[in-house]
């Protein structure tokens, strides 16, 4: 009886695992792909901060969510033969750009660019004063002597492109993806033992089913 019980209790211990296991496994590795995805910068118009090879995690989010400073994967159909970039946002739809060809201000207010390559600014980029247009971004390069940005489509509404071509931002840390994996792998760990448990119980109840079974009976006095 006493094999017979803990062979029950391997497969309660699994019909408990393995649907929670499942659930962490879908849940985390599911919510992850959905929410996120990897790129590989490809090119040099982001140095310092993201240099060409580099590795990084675009989190997918609305129009809503973008913020100035924000490093945004965007893709124009009509620029850049379509392939998605990286870029910062410097104005959000109403404000107002300004520079002098070395200065930012948006909204009268100057930029604090930490992040921006020093060194020669592309010369063929001179001085600009747009106002963004609702509902659109006006984008920079960090490295400004060596992107293709919202400075070279000034007659294209500004230079802006609409909120809604952008793909997602770029995560400045990795602890919300690497948790979403973890609590994947941790799923897929349960569901294992909880797999491997349920049939530890099945064999050993069967085991214990035999050996009842070869128990002689009671005398009869």
């Known amino acids: 009886m006493q094999r017979r019980g803990a062979g029950g209790g391997l497969r309660v ?22 929410g996120y995805q990897g790129v590989t910068v490809m090119s040099g118009a982001m140095e310092p901060t993201y240099r060409p090879g580099e590795r990084l995690v675009v989190e997918r989010i609305d129009a809503g969510e ?20 990286l870029q910062r946002v410097i104005g959000m739809g109403g404000d107002h750009v300004v520079c002098d060809g070395n200065r930012i201000t948006v909204n009268g207010k100057p930029v604090d660019e930490p992040y921006v390559m020093r060194g020669e ?10 106002q963004v247009p609702d509902g659109r971004l006006f984008l920079l390069g960090d490295h400004r002597g060596n992107s293709n940005d919202s400075r070279f489509f000034l007659d294209e509404q500004s230079g802006s492109v609409a909120a809604s071509a952008v793909l997602g931002r770029v995560q400045k840390g990795f602890t919300a993806p690497a948790v979403l994996v973890g609590l994947g792998v941790l799923g897929i760990v349960l569901t294992l033992v909880g797999i491997g448990l349920g049939i530890a119980g099945y064999v050993t109840g069967r085991r214990a089913r035999r050996q009842l079974a070869t128990v002689p009976p009671w005398p009869v006095v």
Do not use: E, T
């Open 121 to 130: 600014v592309n010369p063929a980029a001179g001085p600009y004063d747009v």
């Open 66 to 85: 973008i913020r100035r400073g924000d490093v945004v994967l965007v893709q124009v159909p009509d620029r850049y033969q379509g392939r998605p970039v």
């Open 13 to 34: 211990a699994s019909w408990v695992l393995v649907p929670l296991g499942l659930v962490l496994m879908v849940g985390g590795i599911g919510y992850f792909l959905s």
